[in-house]
């Protein structure tokens, strides 16, 4: 099966500072979500942005989506070092089947 | 009250020997799924189940068998085990899109 590409593959950088995190896809999708997991523990929900919208904000999160270039970035302001955790992204075509990427990890230095 | 759970969190077991992992969810979910992650944190679904039918069932080992007693169980039972089933194994359920996660099992084939 395919799988959405996410970059960088670790990211490490000054609490307060901006995180931006890439993910790309190969197919047509239903929606596009982001999900985080901290380390040795299960994934969380962050946010869905549908294939008919373009930017989605949930609090520090903002996301993008670009479906003519097939990508999206997922944006958190102001980090904090409890964003320290692996990023994924996951696509839905909408058949019960969420593609997911290899993640992007994230290291907030305080 | 855990949403998503499942048993047990940590499992070291021999090669050629059969186990079992539990997941149970209280949220009312129809859809249930489990997944595989490897080492390098790539998540691939292995089953998916709605309304205790079977919908996806990627090109996984026939080792490996869902068994879904009621709607609101998915258990995940493998046979034979080998080192490379090594991994950590989630279970999921979904509702209008989001996916809610379980802990994971950490799976060592010794």
């Known amino acids: 099966s395919q799988q959405g590409e996410e970059d960088p593959q670790a990211l490490s950088i000054q609490e307060g500072e901006n995180a931006t995190m890439n993910c790309s896809y190969k197919?047509?999708?239903?929606?596009l979500q982001w999900y985080r997991q901290n380390s040795g523990r299960g994934l969380v929900h962050l946010i869905l942005?549908?294939?008919n919208e373009r930017e989605k904000h949930s609090g520090r999160l903002r996301v993008t989506l670009d479906t003519s270039k097939k990508s999206s970035s997922l944006l958190i302001t102001a980090s904090r070092a409890a964003d320290t955790a692996s990023y994924f992204c996951?696509?839905?075509?909408?058949?019960?089947?969420?593609?997911w990427g290899a993640g992007t990890k994230l290291i907030i230095k305080p | 009250d855990t949403a998503v759970s499942q048993t047990p969190k940590y499992l070291v077991t021999q090669m050629g020997n059969d186990k079992s992992i539990k997941c149970e969810q209280n949220?009312?979910?129809?859809?249930m799924y489990w997944y595989k992650q490897d080492s390098k944190k790539f998540l691939k679904i292995m089953f998916s189940?709605?309304?205790?039918?079977?919908?996806i069932n990627e090109t996984v080992p026939n080792r490996f068998s869902p068994k879904s007693p009621d709607k609101a169980h998915l258990n995940l039972h493998i046979n034979s085990l080998e080192l490379g089933d090594s991994a950590v194994y989630f279970c999921?359920?979904?509702?209008?899109?989001?996916?809610?996660f379980g802990q994971g099992t950490r799976l060592t084939v010794v």
């Open positions: 996951a696509t839905d075509k909408g058949n019960y089947q969420l593609i």
């Open positions: 197919t047509s999708i239903n929606n």
């Open positions: 942005i549908r294939s």
């Open positions: 949220l009312g979910h129809d859809t």
């Open positions: 189940y709605n309304n205790k039918e079977l919908i």
């Open positions: 999921a359920s979904s509702f209008l899109d989001e996916a809610f």
